[in-house]
Each structure stands twice: as structure tokens, then as C-alpha cells.
């Protein structure tokens, strides 16, 4: 077996391994389904309520990505605009990570208060709690662009402008994916919160009322639709950054 073909397994041997380490541990101890479902059970609750985890997967995954285009429209705009000068990434960014620190939960009542129960709440909830990693990372690309290269540049003949918008962004985008493959699980994590307190759609709903009725199986097989749309979308963009920006990741020319 080659080292890319390893790499490429480990994580599904990796999964396959604890999947048998936890039905070993429930199985052995007789450990009660209301307290931690073994994986089979979970499984068997997946194929019961499958229509319905369905239902409420597709409300969560269209909500998540309405608020993550949200926050890459606006992260990336607020990271040009910051990494774009000097002051302003001295002024913003203290303030960006404050903002950051704020628990997002907390925000759902305010946002209910504001927009009533439903979409509304959910869809800012993913766009506040994930545009943060995309506006940095933009921000650092272009505010840590050598000055040596900038005054070659400059010497050239090229504006402010055309050392942003021709070597600034384009070297920002390795940046700009690595931003999109984190934010975009904790656009999943703000919908499933939101969804949690205040809406009756969604696989955060349906997580506290399988957790109401005691259906712990339910409520776990909720917890890896949503793990699995993270993991698919992470891997989707980790595709196509591997298609864009190869030039900026060792080992990945074919020699």
C-alpha cells in the first residue's frame, strides 16, 4: 500500500476502530440505550426515522449555507477592507476578536426578539459564528504581503490597487480556503443551536425533542447527519482547493 492510498484510508480505519470500541464498551457493560446508544442502535434509529431525520437535515443544511454565503460575502469585503491598510487591521482586528469571544448563543433570544421564531435567527446564527475565520484570514494574507515585494512592485509602475487586487488576493486564497473548510462546521454548530432554542424545524429541534421523549438513539443519529453534511462539505472544499491553489501546498505537483 502506497503512503497517498494510507492517507487516504486512515481516517475510515480510524472511524471503523472507534465504531468497534464503543459497541464493544456498551455491549460488554450493558450500558442502557437512554444513557449512551451503542452505535448499532443508533444505526437502526437512522433507518427507522430516516423520512423524518431527512426533513429536518435538508432545513438545517439549506439554512447553514444561507448564512455561510452570508458570512463569505461579508467576511471576505470586511477581511479586504482590514488587510487592506495598516490602521484599519490595527483598529478592527482587537475589535474582531471581542466580538469573536461573545458566545454566540446568546445572541438567539435577541435575534428572536428581532425576527420571530424560524429561519431568521438560524440563518444569522451560522453567519455570525462563522464569518469571523474568513474575515482574518483574508485580512492576515493581504496585511502580511512583504513589504520588499510590494516596493519592487511599486517601482514597476503598479498602484495600491493592482498589489491588492493581482498578488494580495491571489496569495490570500490559500488562506481563504483554509477559512471556508473551519467555518463552515461552525455555520452547521450556530444552525443546530439556533435550532435548538427557537424553532420547530431543523435537526436542532429535532435533537431536544428526541432528548424530551428519551429517545437518546434519535437523538444521536441527529448528531451524525449533521457531523456527516459538516464532514462533505469540509471535504468538498478541500477539493477544490486542492484544485485551485495547488501551488501553494508542498508535495502536491506531480513530479
Known amino acids: 500500500m502506497t503512503r497517498k492510498s494510507l492517507e ?21 457493560f450493558n450500558v442502557s440505550e437512554f444513557i449512551f446508544p451503542s452505535p448499532a442502535r443508533i444505526w437502526e434509529q437512522l433507518l427507522e426515522y430516516k423520512e423524518v431525520i431527512a426533513g429536518h437535515a435538508w432545513r438545517t443544511f439549506w439554512v447553514t449555507m444561507a448564512g455561510f454565503a452570508i458570512a463569505i460575502v461579508v467576511g471576505v469585503l470586511l477581511g479586504f477592507l482590514i488587510g487592506s491598510s495598516r490602521v484599519a487591521y490595527t483598529a478592527f482586528y482587537p475589535l474582531m476578536t471581542g466580538f469573536n469571544a461573545l458566545p454566540k448563543a446568546a445572541f438567539v433570544p435577541v435575534l428572536v426578539v428581532w425576527f420571530g421564531i424560524g429561519i431568521g435567527p438560524a440563518i444569522l446564527t451560522a453567519f455570525l459564528i462563522s464569518f469571523f475565520p474568513i474575515t482574518v484570514n483574508i485580512a492576515t494574507g493581504l496585511a502580511t504581503l512583504e513589504p520588499e515585494l510590494e516596493d519592487v512592485l511599486r517601482v514597476l509602475g503598479a498602484s495600491r490597487w493592482d498589489v491588492l487586487t493581482k498578488v494580495g ?11 471556508l473548510k473551519v467555518a463552515i462546521t461552525l455555520a452547521f454548530v450556530g444552525t443546530t443551536v439556533s435550532e435548538m432554542q427557537a424553532s420547530n424545524e431543523g435537526i436542532g429541534y429535532l435533537l431536544v425533542s428526541a432528548g424530551s421523549a428519551m429517545q437518546m438513539g434519535l437523538a444521536f443519529a441527529g448528531l451524525v447527519v449533521v457531523g456527516a453534511m459538516a464532514m462533505a462539505m469540509y471535504e468538498l472544499f478541500s477539493w477544490i482547493e486542492k484544485h485551485t491553489t495547488a501551488w501553494a501546498h508542498r508535495g502536491s505537483q506531480s513530479h
Open 169 to 179: 488576493l491571489p496569495r490570500s486564497m490559500p488562506y481563504f480556503f483554509g477559512s
Open 8 to 28: 487516504a484510508w486512515s481516517p475510515w480505519v480510524l472511524l471503523v476502530l472507534i465504531l468497534l470500541v464503543w459497541q464493544a464498551i456498551c455491549s460488554a
